[in-house]
C-alpha cells in the first residue's frame, strides 16, 4: 500500500506529536454539495447510489476537491448491515429509511442471517478498494458502522422515530430478547469491521446516534456494553499499521469516563459538552473529536471563525484533538461556510501545537 503523504489525523488520534489540528467532517459527503445532488441525480436513487462501487467512490473523494481536508469518509450508511441480515431496506424521499421486515418478535431474531462482508456487503469493500486506490496516500480513509444499539432502534421500529415506544418497550419488558438482538447485531457488526480495515480503510468509527436515549445506566448495559465487544472483536492492526477506533455517541456527556475505558483510541463529542470538560473526565487516555455545532455554519462567516476559534480554545493545546463537528452537516448549509471553518482549522491551529513536532 502506498504510504501515506497526509498522516496527521492518525497521529492525532493516536496522540502523537502533531504541527496542527486536523479536521474532517461527518456527512462531509453529502446533499449540500452541487456535485453531489447530480451524482445522486445520475444514481437514481440513494441505495442504488450506495450500491454503486464507482458512484460511491465519486461522491466520497468530493468534498476533498474543494476542501483542504484531512480525511476521507467512505460513503455507505449504517443501515446497510439491517437490509444485509435481510430487513430489506428501501428508502423515500418522504419517509427516510425503511424496513419491509422489521424486527418484532424472538422468531424474527431468530431469522436474521449473518452477513458474510464480501459476499452480502461486497459492493461497500469494492468500494473502499477503489477509493483507496484513487487517494492515492493522500489523506487516510475512514470506514465505519453503526452502533448495535442504534441498528437496533431502526430494525425494531421498522424507521426513523421520534419517541422510539417500540424499541424501549422491548427493553423494558423483554431485555433478554433486546440483549438477544444486540449479540446478533455485535457478530454482524464486528465482522463488518473488520472486513473494512482488510480492504483499506485506515480508521474505524462507531455511530451510536441514538445512545443519548437511554437512561446513563442502560446506556451502559444496552450500548456501551455492545460496542466495548465490537473493539474487543476487532483486528486493531493491519499490513504493520494500528487502526484507530473512534467511537460517537450523540448525547454522552454522562458517560464519558465509561467511553474512555472501552480501549478505543478517541470519543466524538457533541456540541452539548464542552471540550475542556470531556478532557478533564477522560485525561490522556483517549484523543477527542469534536464539536462545533452544525447549525453554526448557517451564521456569518465572522461568526464561524469565532465559534471555529472556541472549539480550538475550549480543548487547548497538545495533540489528541480532531476537529469536526458535533454531528453531520445539515443538507442547507453554504459549501462556502465549509471552506470557512476548514480554511479557519488550518490557518490558526498550529499555535495550540507550539510544543509538538512531527517525527
Not at 22 to 46: C, D, H, I, K, N
Not at 68 to 78: K, V
Not at 257 to 282: E, F, K, P
Request: contains cysteine; hydrophobic residues 40%.
Amino acid at each position: 500500500m502506498t504510504e501515506l503523504k497526509n498522516d496527521c489525523l492518525l497521529r492525532a488520534l493516536l496522540r502523537k506529536p502533531v504541527n496542527r489540528t486536523p479536521v474532517w467532517l461527518m456527512r462531509q459527503a453529502g446533499r449540500y454539495l452541487p456535485e453531489y445532488r447530480a451524482t445522486r441525480s445520475r444514481a437514481g436513487s440513494f441505495l442504488s447510489l450506495c450500491q454503486t462501487p464507482e458512484l460511491a467512490c465519486e461522491v466520497t473523494l468530493q468534498p476533498l476537491v474543494r476542501f483542504f481536508l484531512d480525511a476521507a469518509i467512505i460513503f455507505s450508511d449504517i443501515l446497510t448491515v439491517p437490509d444485509a441480515m435481510g430487513l430489506e431496506l428501501s428508502f423515500s424521499e418522504r419517509e427516510g429509511p425503511t424496513f419491509a421486515k422489521p424486527v418484532r418478535s424472538s422468531s424474527d431474531i431468530a431469522r436474521l442471517g449473518i452477513p458474510d462482508p464480501e459476499v452480502d456487503l461486497r459492493y461497500v469493500m469494492d468500494t473502499i478498494r477503489l477509493t483507496r486506490s484513487e487517494l492515492g496516500g493522500s489523506v487516510p480513509l475512514i470506514g465505519f458502522a453503526g452502533s448495535p444499539w442504534t441498528l437496533a432502534t431502526y430494525m425494531i421500529e421498522g424507521r426513523s422515530s421520534k419517541d422510539f415506544s417500540r424499541v424501549k418497550c422491548l427493553l423494558y419488558d423483554q431485555p433478554e430478547k433486546m440483549h438477544k438482538l444486540l449479540e446478533r447485531i455485535t457478530q454482524a457488526v464486528t465482522l463488518y469491521m473488520n472486513a473494512q480495515a482488510t480492504a483499506g480503510s485506515q480508521v474505524l468509527m462507531v455511530f451510536d446516534t441514538w445512545g443519548g436515549i437511554l437512561t446513563p445506566r442502560n446506556y451502559r448495559e444496552f450500548s456501551l456494553n455492545y460496542m466495548t465487544q465490537i473493539i474487543t472483536g476487532l483486528t486493531r492492526v493491519v499490513n504493520d499499521k494500528k487502526i484507530p477506533i473512534i467511537l460517537f455517541t450523540k448525547g454522552s456527556g454522562a458517560c464519558l469516563g465509561d467511553i474512555a475505558a472501552t480501549d478505543c483510541d478517541a470519543i466524538g463529542i457533541d456540541w452539548t459538552v464542552d471540550l475542556n470538560y470531556a478532557r478533564s473526565q477522560v485525561g490522556s487516555h483517549v484523543a477527542l473529536q469534536g464539536n462545533l455545532d452544525p447549525a453554526i455554519l448557517a451564521a456569518s462567516p465572522e461568526n464561524i471563525r469565532k465559534h471555529v476559534i472556541q472549539v480550538l480554545d475550549d480543548f487547548g493545546t497538545g495533540s489528541g484533538h480532531v476537529f469536526n463537528l458535533g454531528h453531520g452537516i445539515r443538507p442547507w448549509t453554504d459549501p462556502e461556510h465549509v471552506r470557512i471553518l476548514v480554511d479557519t482549522v488550518h490557518e490558526l491551529s498550529s499555535t495550540y501545537h507550539n510544543q509538538d513536532s512531527t517525527e
